[in-house]
């Protein structure tokens, strides 16, 4: 297995383009065709993962947080990030990132997080918005079946679980070709009208240009028109956060014992009631203060999460109970995740590549 069979396979379960547009994910360091053997995995890249890395002689290291985040205007010593990347370039690791696509996607951060804290019927707390286009073009109606054929095969018409679906409206078309143009139908200079087809299909808004292009060379007009409309559609393969149900109840400072040792948080910042029966848990992995309004709106008894500010607390007053548990602590339960979705996929490769995941809490904060 090489590093970009890595890449594939991390971004089949969390593709890149669902990320955070400020984000940067996917290859930080290495060589796309170097072999790996050996994958570490873990939250942040600190000096002590690379020593445990170079210890277990990976030729891969796999994070959440990205070493590289800020375009860089130089690679040196003089700071701790050139001082890591020289360090993994110098032996060899390849360092891959998957940051906010890794916390949109199914199984990811936030339903992993959920999980570990025995949820049940989890689901995205807020599906994200805004990912798929709509592509409605104009087609002579002898040749519907090959332009539709071009845009299933580049990864238009997909809901769900069906393939080719396809919205076709039969109308009239004209044109009139200047002595420039070359019509399939009529002649150029002479005002001609066609039956036409409206074929409408969607896509993910990252394969539009190659739908468009494999849709262009199967349509027999040397002009095509066509239009594309952004949707606002909810994705139901993605979002944000996850909400489910503790089977059976329990009090909160029960739970909240259970939440502490299960996601090694030596403090817990809680705010709001105190309720006798937990039954609906929200929660987001890293910084989800923003869920708030969401997980009130999703009737849960409690939001776990990190990062939460004073006001917030305040905000979210006796709507529901609110925990900050920490950014690493509600993180890591992703960790052995990313290594089951990478066991599971060398396995049915056939591919003998030995993979662990660091026990190190590598967050930076110490209570005192
Ligand atoms: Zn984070």
Redesign the pocket.
């Known amino acids: 297995m090489i590093v970009a069979d890595v890449e594939q396979i991390m971004e089949q379960w969390a593709p890149r383009w669902i990320a955070w547009e400020k984000d940067n994910v996917g290859l930080q360091v290495g060589n796309r065709k170097a072999r790996v053997r050996k994958i570490h995995i873990c939250l942040d890249v600190t000096e002590e993962i690379i020593d445990e890395a170079r210890r277990a002689k990976a030729d891969m290291i796999i994070s959440?947080?990205p070493l590289i985040f800020r375009p860089l205007t130089s690679v040196t010593t003089a700071d701790p990030g050139g001082t890591m990347i020289l360090r993994l370039a110098e032996y060899g690791i390849a360092l891959y990132s998957a940051h906010t696509n890794l916390d949109f996607t199914r199984e990811g951060v936030s339903m992993s997080l959920g999980r570990t804290l025995g949820l049940k019927n989890i689901k995205f707390l807020a599906p994200l918005r805004g990912l798929m286009t709509k592509i409605a073009v104009f087609v002579p109606s002898g040749s519907v079946g090959p332009v539709m054929e071009a845009m299933t095969q580049a990864g238009a018409g997909i809901i769900g679980n069906y393939s080719h679906c396809s919205f076709q409206i039969n109308g009239r078309g004209t044109f009139l070709g200047s002595e420039l143009s070359n019509p399939t139908i009529g002649t150029a200079g002479v005002l001609e009208t066609a039956e036409e087809v409206r074929l409408e299909m969607i896509c993910p808004r990252f394969r539009v240009s190659s739908i468009v292009e494999a849709m262009k060379s199967a349509h027999p007009y040397d002009e095509v028109a066509y239009d594309l409309y952004p949707l606002d559609n909810e994705s139901t393969e993605f979002g944000m956060g996850a909400i489910g149900e503790l089977d059976p109840p329990q009090s909160l400072s029960r739970w909240l014992k259970t939440v502490r040792s299960t996601l090694r948080a030596e403090t817990l910042r809680v705010s709001g009631p105190n309720p006798s029966q937990v039954r609906r848990v929200a929660v987001c992995?890293?910084?989800g203060s923003d869920l708030l309004q969401a997980a009130v709106d999703g009737a849960a008894d409690v939001f776990v999460t990190a990062d939460v500010r004073y006001h917030t607390f305040h905000d979210a007053g006796n709507q529901i109970a609110l925990v900050d548990a920490g950014?690493w602590e509600t993180?890591h339960p992703v960790l052995p995740v990313i290594a089951s979705k990478l066991e599971q996929a060398c396995s049915e490769r056939k591919e003998r590549v030995v993979i662990t995941v660091t026990n190190r809490k590598t967050s930076p904060i110490q209570v005192h």
Do not use: R
Request: aromatic share 0%.
């Open positions: 959440h947080h992995g890293g910084s950014h993180e």
